[in-house]
Structures are given as structure tokens and as C-alpha cells.
């Protein structure tokens, strides 16, 4: 009944929705500099009826669009940001950027369908409250500069999501799949050290050395990492070395740090102890220390509740049905522009997701056409995604579904190059419909909606502190 409608009313925008995604596909927009796509979703958002507020929280390209009024509000998250350097023709199995187009990056997260498929979602639950009106509201929430990080940890922290009942959202990737895991909680800070700059051979009394103390620094935390979670990793670079004369006493010096854990509370706790560290070295060496928080993310937290309900809704929905030309296309994908030890890897890969047995099937038709089971006991992804922030602010729920040939890894040309193909909107749309579906319970199903929310309290304790301080303003121009 439900899938039947959300079906209809999905199909029937169908033109609609692969359009927004294909013309967001050919924008391929960078973090914040979504400009043409935010302004395409607030012209078909308003066409569709919804109400539209674009610049939300100091980012220009955020936006969100409601439909409905009151309780329960249901919120769907979506992205449109685009990678570096990743233009690509759609689906060309070479390495071919966008011809005649200057603009060199690309959408390799498929991103252009993340968003589409939220907005298709959006669009079936719109046209549930037009004929259940007072059931609730769906807002679709525009999130920029996934990528770079941080769109939704600002929204979150800046109160954009505030009275927002659940949230629901998915990834473009190449298996069908409930998101069940957790990723990482991290954050990114510079440590700039300040000397005094001297001759070195002739007076290096009067010199007090930057580098040294970024060395220190980078020595002390080599100590440090013996006394932490094994789970949590401590990443750095030097930015700035002061200078390339040996024979100048450097006078400053900048030490990009990252520290990922698993939860965002044991992220402050390692990050406070590699403070100290900074301000060790600052006074082994006479210099000063000052550091900038760069960005932060918190873990992300699947809400179980809804996860497991928006697994059966994939089951009753099942994989799209893809035909020939599309695994004629994911053969070629596979087959030639794979290495030959890559494709050794994905080969076992396969066996071990399908079974030895059924290697040869799957490397006929090598585009995933199941719904993988709900797992609970994976590991935390090793990433790091904005969508944690959020799960800390409303219980969420997330799933994946096929855009691309089994075996593709995002952030890849061959990931861009699937994003407008025919297989990649049947995976776009038929997400769109599990999220609709999944929302339209909610706004049945109030005893569901407590549920997921008891335990969201139960994880959260309903607090969420920002790992971005107030005053860290969004980085726009980056
Ligand atoms: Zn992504």
C-alpha cells in the first residue's frame, strides 16, 4: 500500500528528480561553493510548494524547505558537494575530464544523487501530508561542504536542526546496505609556534627556534601515543617550517594535527593532552604557542530503531532492476579499468561476500542486486562524516544503495564517471523511495518515533557539544 504510493508519487516526478541530479553532476560544486546547485533546489522547491529559506547558520549555500505544519517533524539531510580535480564524463571507462568545461573537479561521492534522492524522498512525503494533511512536516535540509566537513556540525551546533523529530538520510556507494556502523569523531587544529629569529652561527643566544619546538612537539606526542586508546590515531604535517636557511634561527613555525577516535569525548580528552604537549614544547624551547581549531566532526551514532526499519523497507522494496546495458556497463567498469592486482583484490572481496561459488556470476553481472542484512557487530568505519553531528542532535538513520559497479571506491574518477548513468538513477530513486517510505511511518507511527528517541536520549543523554566553538566562523573561501 505504502510502497505503492510512494512509488507513484516518485515516478511520476521521476524526470524531475534525474534532471536536478545530472544538471548537479555537470555544476560539480566544491564545498560552499555550491552556488548554481543551491540555487537550482531553491527554484525547484518552490515550483514543487515547498517553503524555501536559503543561508542558513553563516553558510550561504545551506538551505532548508518545509512542507506541512506541526509535529512530527521529519528531516532529511542533503549534499551536493562536489571533489577536487575529479571531472569526468559520465559514464566513460576512461579517464576523460568534461570536455570544454574549465571546471576540474567532479562529483566523486555522487553527491549529485545523495541530494536528488533526498529531495525525491521529500517530494513523495509532500505528497503524503497533501492528502493526510496535519500529519506533520518534512523539511529538507540543504547541507554544504560535506566534503571539506563541517556543514552539518554547524547547522547542528548553531541550532538549524533544533525541533526536528528524526532524520533521514543515505549514500550513493556500491552495495545496498543499512548503515549500522559508526565512523569516527575527529578534529583538525593548527599549532603555530612563535620565536625569535637569529643568526645561527653568530648569535644564536639572541635565537629562540620555532622548529624546535614543532619537533618537540612532534617527539612528545610520539611519547603520547603509547598512553591513549589503541582505536584513536593522532595524524601531522608540518605547514610551515619557518624558513629554508639552516643558518637562520627559524622564527615560526605551523603544525597541522588531526586526532580521530571513536567517540567524540575521548577525541577532547586526546586533543586537551596534545595541547599540553604543545605547550610543553613551546616552554622546553622559549617560544609561544597558540592554536586554531580547524574543523571538527563527531562520531555518528545509527539510531537502531529506525536503522532497522528502514532495513525492511529496503527489503520490501529490494535492489532496482538493472538491465543489460547496465551490466554491460559495470563488466567494463570492472574489467578494464581495474589493475590487475586491484582486480585481484575485488575479486576477493566477492568471495568473501558471496561466496567462491559465485564469483563467475558476479563478475558477469558485477553490480550488487540484494539487500545485504542488518549487521550490528561491524567495526567503525575508519572516516569521518557531519551526519555524526547530527545523529547527536536527532536520533538518524542512513542507508546505501548501488550507484556503481561492484568494487568502485568513492573519491575515485570511476565512481564520478558512474553519477549520471541510467544504473546510478535507478539507485538514486529507489533510495528516494525507502526514505520516503521510512519518513511517511513516522508520521503514522508515533509510538516508533518515541521509541527512537528514547534511545537516542539513551546514547546522548541529549547533550551535544560542538567540537567547533561558537566562534569559529564557517570557512567559506577555503
Ligand atoms: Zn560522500
Known sequence: MMKHFVTQAIEEKKDLIVNVSDQIFDFAEVGFHEFKTADLYEKVLKEEGFQVEMGLAGMPTAFKAAYGEGKPVIGLLAEYDALPELSQIGGCTERKPRPEDPNPDGHGCGHNLLGAGTF???????????????KGTVVLFGCPSEEKGNGKTIMA???????VDAALTWHPMAVNEAWTVSTLANVSVFFRFKGVTAHAAAAPEQGRS????????????NYLREHII?????????RDVGGIAPNVVQGRSCVHYFVRAPKSWQVQEIYKRVIDVAEGAAKMTGTEMTYELYAGLSDYIPNKVLTTVMHEYMNEVGAPEYDEDDFAMARKFLLETSTE???????????????????????????????????WHGAPMAGSTDVGDASYVMPTAQLTMATS??????????????????????GMLTAGKVLA?????LFEDQELLAKAREEWMAETGGVYECPIPKEVKPRLNE
Do not use: C
Open 210 to 221: 620555532a622548529l624546535d619546538a614543532a619537533e618537540l612537539m612532534s617527539v612528545g606526542v
Open 341 to 375: 592486482s586491484e582486480l585481484e583484490a575485488k575479486k576477493a572481496n566477492f568471495r568473501k561476500m558471496f561466496g567462491a561459488d559465485k564469483l563467475d556470476e558476479v563478475l558477469e553481472h558485477p553490480i550488487h542486486t540484494s539487500i545485504l542484512p542488518l549487521d
Open 405 to 426: 559497479t561492484l568494487g568502485t571506491a568513492s573519491h575515485t574518477w570511476q565512481f564520478t564517471a558512474h553519477g549520471n548513468t541510467p544504473m546510478a538513477h535507478k
Open 437 to 441: 517510505m521510512t519518513g511517511i511511518r
Open 157 to 163: 551546533r548553531d541550532g538549524i536542526f533544533d525541533g
Open 230 to 238: 589503541p582505536e584513536a590515531r593522532i595524524h601531522y604535517a608540518y
Open 120 to 134: 525525491a524522498a521529500a517530494l513523495a512525503m509532500k505528497k503524503y501530508l497533501e492528502e493526510n494533511p496535519g
